[in-house]
């Protein structure tokens, strides 16, 4: 990876480190669809001034039919799942199934358009997830999670649908200008959550909270993500730009640790390092080479042979 796809994927990771969070408070006052179509929206008003101050409009006009899919399957589809998973899953176990899309993503991306990741990469996302499921291993109940029921399905469902939106735009999107797929992206999934939002607005009172829970997700979490996560699936591919959900829970720790005090113990710390080597296998960060030297090595530390 390129040094600005780098830092492209640790910016992502930490904004998208709160967005559960900001999920958790607000859907409560707002609901699924409500809570989805007011992020999107106000995405969109966001990214609309940027299209037309970069030209990127034909761009979008031109391509319109597979980003219309896109903002389905990458926005108005999981954002509503993961929102609704949200009333019984808890935000860092809710992390931990979204941390599957770039398994999906790899998946997809082999079946589809035929780019198999090397094992070495493979590998890579495999030790990313399980230092992610050691990072929140104190929330994650099982016996509990499967008694969410279509919580626990919603919540699986939609890094499946991430994987494959990864993949769709890199079938039919490369070369396409990021802003005109994030606007357009954004674009249709609020024309399909606009209308399930009118028809199940919350009857109750929303709080203040709520609302600037609200307002960081569609502005920090969204607007300003989506031009820079689709940069990143055109510049590094989608299965390395997926791997951005690996790294999310352990921005999620670290906000906790500076503005809540959190406590960060030595499971959390070997579960970071966990976490960033499983990453910087996974993206080529580090390569097949030291992959095979670190295994070679171990092999001979645990007295085989071969």
Not at 70 to 90: D, M
Not at 140 to 160: R, S
Not at 203 to 226: F, H, K, N
Request: net charge positive; aromatic share 10%; hydrophobic share 60%.
């Amino acid at each position: 990876m390129r040094g600005q796809d780098i830092t492209d994927l640790i910016l992502l990771a930490a904004i998208w480190g709160s967005s559960f969070l900001f999920i958790s408070i607000a859907v409560h006052d707002f609901g699924p669809f409500a809570l989805m179509a007011l992020r999107t929206g106000i995405g969109l008003a966001i990214l609309l001034p940027l299209l037309l101050w970069r030209h990127a409009l034909p761009d979008l006009v031109r391509h319109w039919k597979p980003i219309f899919i896109v903002g389905i399957i990458n926005a108005a589809v999981p954002f509503t799942l993961l929102a609704y998973a949200a009333f019984v899953i808890p935000a860092g176990v809710l992390s931990i199934l979204n941390a599957a899309t770039p398994l999906w993503g790899a998946l997809f991306a082999a079946l589809w358009i035929k780019d198999i990741l090397p094992t070495w990469r493979i590998a890579g996302l495999v030790i990313g997830f399980c230092g992610m499921v050691l990072l929140v291993w104190d929330e994650l109940e099982i016996d509990a999670l499967i008694g969410t029921g279509l919580g626990l399905a919603a919540g699986l469902a939609a890094p499946m649908s991430y994987g494959l939106s990864s993949t769709f735009t890199n079938r039919y999107l490369m070369g396409v200008k990021s802003i005109a797929v994030a606007t357009g992206a954004l674009m249709s999934a609020t024309l399909a959550l606009a209308p399930l939002a009118f028809f199940m607005w919350p009857e109750g009172e929303i709080s203040q909270r709520s609302w600037g829970a609200l307002l960081m997700l569609a502005i920090l979490c969204t607007g300003v993500t989506y031009i820079i996560f689709y940069r990143l699936v055109m510049n590094a591919g989608p299965a390395r730009a997926s791997t951005v959900t690996l790294l999310i829970p352990v921005f999620g720790v670290l906000w906790g640790w500076m503005w809540l005090q959190e406590e960060v113990t030595g499971v959390i710390l070997i579960a970071t390092a966990i976490i960033l080597a499983g990453t910087a296998l996974a993206t080529g960060i580090v390569g097949e080479k030291q992959f095979k030297s670190a295994l070679k090595k171990l092999r001979k530390d645990l007295g085989f042979k071969r």
